[in-house]
C-alpha cells in the first residue's frame, strides 16, 4: 500500500475517462474483451499499490480477473496473442501504434505478463511501476484513434480479420 496519494489519483484519472462518444457494442468482440482486460489489470494493479490486498475492491477485482482466465480461450479470444505477435511481424507500423501495454504482455519476446493479475513489466525489478507509467497507460487506452480502431468496420478489427483469414483458415 502506497503512503502516498499517487496511485490513488492514477485510480481516480481512470474512473474519470469515460466512453461517452462510442458505441462499445459496435467493437470487435475479441477487441472488446481484451481493452476491458486491459482497464481491468491496470485497476487491480492500482489497487493493490491503493489499497490492502484484502479490501473488497480488490477481493471484487480478483474475482473478475479470476473468472476471465477461462473467457480469454473461448473462440477467438485465443487467438490475440498469436494476432499481436503477427502484427508484430506483418505490419510493425500499426504494432507500434498499440497501446504499449498490449505490445509489451503479449509480445512472445518480452518476460512482461501478468502475474498474479498484477501488471509486471520486469519480473526482476521488486519496487512498483511508477505511478506514470499507468497514467500513460491510460491514456494510450483512451486514445480517440485507438478506440476508433476497435470499431468492427475499423482498421485493428480488420487486420484482426485478415489475420483469421490468411493464418489461422489458411496456415499462410
Do not use: C
Not at 481484451?34 to 485497476?43: K, S, T, V
Not at 519480473?123 to 511508477?130: A, E, K, S
Not at 497507460?137 to 476497435?150: C, H, P, R
Request: no cysteine; hydrophobic share 40%; aromatic share 16%.
Amino acid at each position: 500500500m502506497s503512503d502516498e496519494k499517487e496511485y490513488a489519483n492514477v485510480m481516480e484519472y481512470l474512473y474519470n475517462k469515460n466512453l461517452v462518444l462510442h458505441d462499445t457494442a459496435m467493437f470487435h468482440p475479441v477487441l472488446k474483451f481484451y481493452f476491458i482486460d486491459a482497464l481491468a489489470h491496470i485497476d487491480y494493479t492500482l489497487g493493490l499499490l491503493t489499497y490492502t490486498y484484502t479490501s473488497p475492491r480488490n477481493v471484487m477485482s480478483g474475482e473478475y480477473l479470476r473468472w476471465r482466465i477461462d473467457e480469454e480461450k473461448i473462440g477467438d479470444r485465443a487467438r490475440f496473442s498469436s494476432f499481436i505477435n503477427w502484427l508484430k511481424e506483418t505490419h510493425p507500423d500499426r504494432f507500434d501504434r498499440l497501446p504499449f501495454l498490449w505490445q509489451v504482455i503479449y509480445d512472445r519476446n518480452t518476460r512482461a505478463n501478468y502475474r498474479s493479475f498484477r501488471i509486471v513489466i520486469d519480473p526482476d525489478q521488486t519496487t512498483p511501476l511508477p505511478a506514470a507509467f499507468f497514467a500513460k497507460a491510460i491514456d494510450e487506452f483512451f486514445n480517440n484513434d485507438f478506440l476508433k480502431s476497435l470499431y468492427s468496420d475499423a482498421s485493428l478489427s480488420m487486420l484482426f480479420e485478415e489475420f483469421k483469414r490468411d493464418v489461422i483458415t489458411t496456415g499462410k
